[in-house]
């Protein structure tokens, strides 16, 4: 069975429309700035890729769900822009045959930071208790349209993004669901903030993955849902189709807390599973939208894995990261980065690496572009992310042409 992305819902830092975004990613507009959101004084690095510009929509949207934390408010509304950009209304969903499927790492951490933040003071009320969860976003999307079908609350670390696409796929493909509402939900927090800090992972300077010189990753925020639907149910209604999921694979690497096994084998692994799945070979892939974190294990261990799958042909297929346009998006970046992918196959263009300036020592004879390539036919990419605890997962998109 085929299945299709037929509706887009975002909030990024560098645009909350796909329009917007794919301009962004062409154009290399960065989404970095001074984080204004809380205090910075103690930190090595003051800057974020924070949504600065909200559709006035949303403030209205947000007022009218009092209670409800920035996670949940970026999930649903993105749920409701992603069914509105297909063409549905909520009236028009089966709601025992519709899934949702959503990745978050941080929901429930705005809530748990004020009672903390309370208790300091001495004013948290007796009584009081924790009710947010990462599950929330997910039942938040689900009471908003009254859906009663498959739920799922995806929290892989970094490759949550991904699984949660991957999963609703799953979903539809076993007769569990007819359509899903799948992606992630991550808003800007203190505690990833510190919590990278504390690991030395964040860069005292700017993101540049692939770099010899590059000393960490830069955080960012974005909510992105999809509406993923079977190819027959696509066709019947006359919908656009941004492109096919044509297959994903995951592993873990059993090694490390943080840290990725440095063989890459892990990850090699789950590219394999996504490319069997998909039945493409390694020389059918015109663009790999790498998780390019911008540290120092990370992006060896990722080209060392890529390069163990394609071989010497990597050499003519382009990698890049988008990450230091948008940011590291934590469980979001699967699905931001799979949406990257299809703005490169709609807009004909890879997105460079900006601000790469010296490719890393062993990887030089590799096309990491430091610009736009335009131009470029992309009719089959894949994304990578890979996240703490081992978490790895490949996702692959290909161009839709529809049955003669």
Known sequence: MRILITGVGLLSPIGNSFTEFSESLRNGDSG?????????????????AIIRELPDAFAAFAANRP???????????????????????SEELDPFRTAVVVASSNAGVETSQTYAEQSLAGTLETGATIVRTPGTVAA????????RGPQASVSTACAAGSNSVGLACDLITAGQADLALAGGAEPFSMLSYSGFTLLKSL?????????????????????CMFVLESEASA???????????????????????????????????????????????????????????????????ELTALRSVFGDGLR????????????????????????????AMEGG??????????????????KLPTRTLEDHGVDVAISTSFGFGGNNTCIAVRSFRPPA
């Open 349 to 366: 263009f890879v997105p460079g690496n900006f601000g790469l300036r010296e490719a890393m020592s062993g990887f030089e004879d590799l």
């Open 32 to 48: 970095f700035a001074p984080i204004t959101t809380f205090d910075t004084t103690e930190f090595p690095y003051d800057r974020g």
């Open 140 to 147: 938040s999307i689900r009471s908003e349209f009254g859906l």
């Open 235 to 301: 066709i019947a209604r006359g919908a656009r189709v941004y492109g096919e999921i044509a297959g994903y694979g995951l592993s873990d690497d059993a090694h490390h807390a943080t840290a990725p096994d440095p063989s890459g084998r892990g990850a090699e692994l789950a590219i394999w599973q996504c490319l069997d799945q998909a039945g493409v070979l390694p020389a059918d892939v015109d663009y790999v939208n790498a998780h390019g974190t911008g540290t120092r294990y990370n992006d060896v261990m």
């Open 316 to 343: 003519a297929i382009p990698v890049s990261s988008t990450k230091p346009l948008h940011g590291h998006t934590l469980s979001c970046a699967g699905s931001i980065e799979l949406l990257a992918c299809l703005a």
């Open 203 to 223: 860069t005292h300077d700017a993101l540049r993955p692939f770099d010899e010189l590059r000393d960490g990753t830069g955080l960012g925020e974005a909510a």
């Open 67 to 89: 209670g409800w934390e920035t996670a949940q408010h970026y999930g649903a509304f993105c749920a409701s822009r992603a069914l509105a950009d297909a063409g549905l209304s």
